[in-house]
């Protein structure tokens, strides 16, 4: 998960989180992808 700081036009700081995952072009890659599409696994990536 990465948390990036925001600052926010009242210069106010904020965080933004964010699930993200690396998929490469394989078959374990694709699956994992699908399965996050469907709900299988989670959370969700952003």
Do not use: W, Y
Not at 20 to 40: E, F, I, K, R, W
């Amino acid at each position: 998960m990465f948390h990036a700081p925001v600052v926010t036009g009242e210069g106010k700081a904020s965080s933004i989180c964010l699930r993200a995952v690396s998929l490469g072009p394989g078959v374990q890659s694709t699956t994992m992808a699908l399965m996050a599409a469907h709900g299988d696994i989670g959370p969700m990536p952003d």
